[in-house]
């Protein structure tokens, strides 16, 4: 059974329409939403959630349907909004409790259970001061040990990155493909930075504008494409003297700054690579695939190069 299926589903608010007609289906592992600010992310996980009710459409969470399954959805699933909702006078470790206690927990297996999580997200040490002095950091790990309090299937995660420095966003990225991974439990992830849920994501969802521009394997977004980038020792003379002895042997290539691109249909262009540095004598640095990211996939959707899914 799939974790989410949404068909057809659209959003309208009075002055504007969040979904379009989306059909969605998400599985196991870390799938990352992305979109720009405005594309429906936390509109389309409000809807997943119940709390939200659709214009048209149909959307299931393991099943249940979310226009009268609310209750039983949110028994199931972890939500970390984007904004900050943190009473400020309140510890960590008091609140995740509480949020235990409000998803069923009995206060015993609510405290034990929170200082899980709370362990799990790096706040074993703070968790008993007020959330209120917490840096942004400290109060998305909360927010995170929040909605994993009650051992649930799925967690949606919007924007976990929100406001981070770098080395917070290394850590949060590596929390939730540990939830992911290690926990087994299916999650959504939301970001308008694409590179960050390539990191990641299993399967990466992009949203524009409402609609559905493309729904893949994130691997498939990373696809070798045919291009060979080489870096030869010296400088601009050694690069050009490359590129026309490759030229001369009737490979395609051209100077791409300090390299060179070459077309690699199959592996011959390897070997012609090869034998002709070791012919010029020039000393081979490297040699490698050129790979698209996600980012060059976006960029061709938007140019229209490349027709949405
Ligand atoms: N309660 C609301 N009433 C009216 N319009 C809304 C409401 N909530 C969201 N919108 C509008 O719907 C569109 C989608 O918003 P949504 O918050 O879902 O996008 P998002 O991708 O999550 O972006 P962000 O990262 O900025 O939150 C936006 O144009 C937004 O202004």
Redesign the pocket.
């Known amino acids: 059974m799939a974790v989410i299926e949404a068909q057809q589903v659209t959003k309208r608010?009075?002055?504007?329409t969040?979904l379009d007609g989306l059909d969605l289906t998400v599985g196991d592992g870390v799938t990352g939403l992305v979109?720009a600010?405005?594309?429906?992310?936390?509109?389309l996980i409000k809807i997943l959630l119940g709390l939200l009710p659709l214009t048209s459409g149909r959307a299931r969470v393991f099943g249940h349907d979310v226009a009268t399954d609310g209750a039983t959805i949110r028994a199931l699933v972890g939500y970390m909004p984007?904004h900050e909702c943190l009473p400020a006078d309140v510890s960590a470790n008091d609140f995740v409790v509480h949020m235990g206690e409000m998803s069923g927990l009995p206060h015993p297996a609510a405290r034990e259970r929170a200082a899980d999580v709370l362990r799990q997200v790096g706040l074993a040490e703070e968790r008993y001061r007020p959330m209120g002095g917490y840096s942004t950091g400290m109060k998305q790990r909360a927010k995170l040990a929040q909605a994993l309090v009650h051992d649930p299937r799925l967690v949606l995660l919007d924007?976990p990155t929100n406001g981070l420095d770098p080395r917070s966003r290394d850590d949060m990225l590596a929390l939730v493909r540990k939830i992911g991974t290690e926990f087994g439990i299916a999650v959504l992830v939301t970001s308008?930075l694409l590179g960050e849920l390539e990191r990641v994501s299993d399967h990466v969802v992009v949203l524009d504008a409402g609609r559905l521009l493309r729904s893949s394997a994130t691997t498939d977004y990373l696809h070798t494409t045919g291009t060979l980038l080489v870096e030869v020792l010296g400088g601009r003379r050694e690069t050009e003297q490359l590129v026309q002895a490759l030229v001369g042997a009737g490979v395609v290539a051209a100077v791409a700054g300090t390299m060179v691109e070459v077309e690699a249909a199959d592996s011959s262009a390897h070997d012609t690579v090869r034998d002709l540095t070791v012919e010029l004598g020039l000393g081979l640095v490297r040699m490698q695939e050129r790979h698209h990211h996600i980012e060059d996939v976006f960029r061709d959707e938007e140019a229209g190069r490349v027709q949405p899914v």
């Open positions: 608010y009075p002055r504007v969040a979109g600010n405005g594309a429906g992310k936390s509109t984007e924007e308008h």
